[in-house]
């Protein structure tokens, strides 16, 4: 069974600063995780992925996470926020590629001007 | 690459009432494809696991006999909600399995509204 955590339903930053959005996963097996971007009324868009190759991963749009096992998290970055990252986030872990995701409750990125 | 399309964007409907939504993966062959509900400002839930050519697997919790899919061939997957009631409004997103990238691509969701 698998789990995750998203710290912070909510977080305000200003233009040009840092990103971090926190995300803690739960996995009996090895753990495929992803990051996912919500516009209003949209689908999901993939931003990044992590499946056992490389510990940091980047990914579109200037992002990226880092996967840190002893610390079972993927948190995501960017080190400079544009307001068009104003959008919904959402970590997903799966134990397998064909097995249906579990998402974390989401967290909303607000970008102060 | 990769593009996911659902079939329609939003529907509006009557209680009682039947609704199917399409998805279908553009310009790969997906083997597997889920579906997905998303309440507002919420999260999305697994509700079940499309496999081409046999029977979907419903997540705890989820009526089978109400959500009826269909995974009719490599690129298209079906959804009906059948005799729908107001609480089955909602946001339903499908996704695709790309077995080259393993990677789940999803589609634009459609928003159903049962009056």
């Known amino acids: 069974a698998q789990s995750v955590t998203q710290l912070g339903s909510h977080v305000s930053v200003s233009e040009g600063a840092l990103v971090l959005l926190r995300c803690n996963y739960s996995s009996s097996v090895p753990p495929y995780l992803f990051w996912y971007v919500q516009y209003p009324n949209q689908g999901l868009q993939l931003l990044l992925k992590y499946t056992s190759a490389a510990t940091l991963v980047k990914g579109i749009n200037g992002f990226e996470a880092e996967f840190k096992k002893s610390e079972t998290s993927f948190h995501l970055t960017k080190p400079s926020a544009h307001m068009s990252d104003a959008a919904e986030y959402f970590c997903?872990?799966?134990?397998?590629?064909?097995?249906?995701?579990?998402f974390g409750k989401g967290t909303h990125l607000i970008i102060q001007p | 690459g990769a593009v996911v399309s659902q079939h329609p964007s939003w529907v509006i409907c009557k209680s009682g009432t039947s609704v199917k939504i399409e998805c279908r993966s553009l310009?790969?062959?997906?083997?597997?494809m889920f579906w997905y509900r998303q309440f507002p400002k919420q999260s999305l839930m697994l509700m079940a696991t499309s496999n081409e050519g046999s029977k979907a697997t419903y997540e705890q919790g989820v009526e089978k006999d109400k959500f009826l899919i269909n995974h009719a061939s490599l690129t298209l997957s079906t959804l009906t909600v059948t005799s729908a009631h107001p609480e089955d409004s909602s946001f339903y997103i499908c996704?695709?399995?790309?077995?080259?990238?393993?990677?789940?691509?999803f589609g634009p969701g459609t928003r159903l509204t049962v009056l």
């Open positions: 996704s695709a399995r790309s077995g080259a990238t393993d990677t789940q691509y």
């Open positions: 997903a872990v799966t134990g397998g590629g064909a097995d249906g995701l579990t």
């Open positions: 310009d790969f062959q997906a083997t597997t």
